[in-house]
């Protein structure tokens, strides 16, 4: 297995970094593109495997779509609401995203749609989704296992109605998304589900930007008013707030100033309330319609430990977890637990790295409190094939010698290009 050795910096950080979207925005953006009249330009895209795997389902569906990589670009054919193919094979490799989007999109094919995943995709159940397809009007039926893939789908639009859930994440988007192509209103409720706050939220503002509205009740309850038609659209995806998180935390560890492009608050991205946590720990922040920048602490002190309730951006945790290594006291975090199919052992293999970097860690529930070490031992850190673990403790070896990531690929699930961006922020 490859590793990454960090080279700590001898000078503190000045620079401007610019971002590719946030990878859900693009996906969501990139299903309401193919279903408007017209054709959408979609700018400042992520570029990941799940974009090119989503272009790839879209295509098999009969969508036009031209991706040019070197700028981020893509132009999507909308095919107003139905799909010109009436058969397709569609087999989803590593994304579960993109199979709960692809499965409620194909209800509104007019044929017959196969389904099937890689391992563990086919592990992870979607009667909550399919239930409420059903619900729907659809017709499908699993070819397997009840609740899970592989399924077929009779493609025949969908009717309306209402439908009662524990949604995850990625479903909820799906129905939000769909919905609006059927024959009649829909209404959609949560129940019990685990989804953050922001996540309905993020759905809607793409709906929006492509032409459809959404009546939501404190983002539980949705009315969605159909038939409705997407508009074609020419707009560039915000980025990854969390990602930029991790770029605008290297000046709170290394000192200096950091600024990310096309950051903006308010956002529909929840996860730039982190950038209120590096304040709350010393950190100056200034914000502007270009973007956010941080500035390291005065250098007469240190960071200082805070307590911060994640509920709305648990993502933001592991970040704000390297950074409490810094800080002059202990720093608990609130309400961290990952949502279901998130990597379930983030958390405890958080509080795992962090020992042996020399913290104190004590995890109660969904609090995680730590204790700085006196002095940072340098370590092997394994992230465990999770992107962000790998990501976060990177900075720790921006201040501290021999910090090792192993396994430094698995960022290529969050963005497959954080190290150059990193090294170039750096020089």
């Given at each position: 297995m490859s590793t990454y050795a960090v080279k700590p910096l001898t000078h503190p950080i000045r620079a401007v970094v610019h971002l590719p979207g946030a990878v859900g925005l693009t996906q969501r953006a990139m299903v309401a593109a193919a279903l408007a009249d017209g054709t959408s330009q979609l700018s400042n895209v992520a570029m990941t495997d799940q974009v090119r795997d989503l272009t790839d389902m879209l295509?098999?569906?009969?969508?036009?779509?031209?991706?040019?990589?070197?700028p981020g670009r893509l132009?999507?054919?909308?095919?107003?609401?139905?799909?010109?193919?009436?058969?397709?094979?569609?087999?989803?490799?590593?994304?579960?995203?993109?199979?709960?989007?692809?499965?409620?999109?194909?209800?509104?094919?007019?044929?017959?749609?196969?389904?099937?995943?890689?391992?563990?995709?086919?592990?992870?159940?979607?009667?909550?989704?399919?239930?409420?397809?059903?619900?729907?009007?659809?017709?499908?039926?699993?070819?397997?296992?009840?609740?899970?893939?592989?399924?077929?789908?009779?493609?025949?639009g969908l009717r309306g109605g209402t439908v009662r859930g524990a949604f995850s994440t990625s479903a909820i988007s799906a129905v939000l998304l769909v919905a609006p192509c059927a024959q009649s209103d829909v209404f959609v409720e949560l129940a019990g589900s685990a989804v953050e706050p922001c996540e309905p939220a993020t759905t809607l503002a793409v709906m929006e930007t492509f032409g459809v509205?959404?009546?939501?009740?404190?983002m539980q309850r949705f009315i969605v008013p159909a038939p409705q038609r997407y508009r074609a659209a020419t707009c560039s995806v915000e980025p990854d707030a969390a990602i930029a998180g991790c770029f605008l935390a290297a000046p709170a560890i290394a000192g200096g100033t950091v600024t990310v492009e096309g950051i903006i608050t308010p956002s529909v991205q929840a996860d730039t309330g982190f950038i209120n946590a590096l304040e709350q720990m010393g950190c100056r922040v200034e914000r502007s319609a270009m973007g956010i920048s941080v500035a390291g602490p005065d250098q007469a002190g240190r960071l200082g430990g805070i307590e911060v309730d994640l509920t709305s951006m648990p993502d933001a945790a592991v970040t704000l977890a390297v950074l409490a290594l810094f800080a002059d006291g202990p720093t608990r975090i609130r309400n961290i637990?990952?949502?279901p199919g998130r990597h379930p052992e983030r958390i405890t293999n958080l509080a795992r790295e962090l020992t042996r970097l020399g913290a104190k860690v004590e995890l109660v529930g969904d609090s995680l409190t730590i204790v700085p070490p006196r002095r940072i031992q340098p370590a092997t850190i394994d992230p465990h094939g999770d992107a962000r673990l790998a990501a976060s403790f990177t900075l720790v070896g921006l201040a501290t010698a021999g910090i090792v990531i192993r396994d430094p690929q698995c960022v290529r699930e969050l963005f497959p290009e954080f190290f150059t961006h990193l090294e170039r922020m750096c020089l």
């Open positions: 295509r098999s569906l009969g969508v036009s779509i031209r991706l040019d990589e070197a132009d999507i054919a909308g095919t107003g609401g139905y799909w010109p193919n009436s058969e397709a094979n569609l087999f989803f490799q590593r994304d579960e995203t993109i199979m709960h989007l692809i499965a409620a999109a194909c209800c509104l094919g007019r044929g017959r749609y196969r389904l099937n995943a890689a391992e563990p995709l086919r592990e992870m159940p979607v009667k909550t989704l399919l239930d409420a397809l059903i619900d729907l009007g659809a017709t499908l039926a699993c070819a397997g296992r009840p609740g899970h893939l592989p399924i077929q789908v009779l493609g025949a509205q959404v009546v939501a009740d404190g637990a990952p949502l």
